[in-house]
């Protein structure tokens, strides 16, 4: 029965080949089973098992390309030469302070379970200096910095650290200071560096910013291209941001205004200052949709740690 069925779909697909086109057209040109066929068409006890046949046989498309990264990363993986479970943090002050990733390590509540399996993963593999020690300068973070900096330097972390994986986020104050073309060929160059030295990169767009959107998602979209073009994985925090937040992720809008507080209190995404992710004590290590929709480090931790151990799975282990 099954070799029936199985010859059966293939002569469909054949005549699909051939330009009999199957299950299509409206339902007066392809008659009833007990009818006439329109020319060029399948018959109608052909077309259900054809179509099941190919929904079985289907390759996940969608999760083949959502997986790009896999083997590149596999292959710059299999050149490592660092520590295990090492994962380095290069980027501006949206990466150097103690508000990103260093509380998900004792402050986490109301996670859900995918959540909850990824930060078990994490922990698991992960070196515990990396949640909070690997702060500085010295480490790849310092506020203020553009990928510049990262240009000239990243040969010395790199050096120092040997870390297994290294997160990549620069843009926030490159937007004012360098040219797209610089900023894209020197993103390259760092990414380029890290693969020489066998770490694995994760690429993570920048958030949205006050007064600055539109050149903003200029650089998010080059981000964005360079992670596919050099087969890395990309961290979307501008999505995560604006998915949640579409119309009100900017905390420097005027019905923040009145926020009790400082700056990053706002009950928003996008703290009062329109540049860094907001901090609102109310929401501190929630990981509930609420939380993720109000607190933007703790929507960048969670989108991190989503990535990281998306890489563990898929690369690292």
Known sequence: MKRW???????????????????RGNAAAVG????????????????????????????????AEEKYWVEPMKKVHAKSTGDKGTFAHFGDSITVTMAFWCPLAWNRKNMDEPAQADFALVKGYMKEACWREWKGPAF?????????????????????????????????????????????????????????????????TIPPKHGQDAKAKTFVESLRRIARECGVPLCDYYEAVLSRRPDDWDGAMEKFKGAAGDVYQVPTLISGDGVHPSNPKQWEGDYSEDGLKHNGFVLRSYVVLRSYADVIRSVLQ
């Open 32 to 63: 009833s089973a007990d009818g006439p066929q329109s020319p060029g068409v399948a018959p109608a006890y052909v077309r259900p098992l054809a179509l099941a046949a190919a929904k079985k046989a289907a390759p996940p498309a969608k999760a």
């Open 5 to 23: 069925m199985i010859l059966l779909a293939v002569l469909a697909i054949g005549l699909s080949a051939l330009g009999f086109h199957v299950g």
């Open 140 to 204: 790849g973070n310092e506020g203020s910095m553009t990928i510049r900096w990262a240009f000239d330097n990243v040969d010395a972390w790199l050096k120092k650290l040997n870390p297994e994986t290294a997160l990549i986020m620069f843009g926030t104050n490159d937007l004012g200071q360098l040219p797209l073309d610089e900023y894209e060929t020197k993103v390259r160059a760092v990414i380029a560096k890290c693969f020489d030295n066998g770490t694995v990169v994760i690429l993570s």
